[in-house]
């Protein structure tokens, strides 16, 4: 599979790496892809026809719950902290003009 990788596949790969790699670099950069896709190769040899595909390694589901109010309305209780209110609102100085 390695000899597939092109002088082009590599200029392509290196300006999509945003790397300038010398000649010896490109050498050993092409060897490693090529290894790689050889992986790869063997890999497609597996029967995976009876293994049912998969989003995550482990099962994954949402939990659902009810959406209940527990704390209720303290709007009264937390406006008499406030330095001053309005309409039910806090009340601050302006910042700018």
Do not use: C
């Amino acid at each position: 599979m390695a000899n597939i990788i092109s002088d082009e596949t590599m200029e392509y790969v290196g300006i999509l790496a945003k790397l300038e790699l010398a000649g010896d670099e490109k050498e050993a950069a092409r060897r490693d892809m090529g290894r790689m896709l050889d992986y790869i190769d063997k890999l497609r040899v597996l029967d995976t026809e009876e293994v049912e595909p998969m989003s995550h390694v482990f099962a994954v589901q949402n939990v659902f719950r009810e959406d209940i109010v527990t704390n209720g309305d303290r709007r009264e209780e937390i406006l008499k902290n406030a330095p001053g209110t309005k309409d039910g609102m806090f009340m601050v100085p302006r910042t700018f003009e």
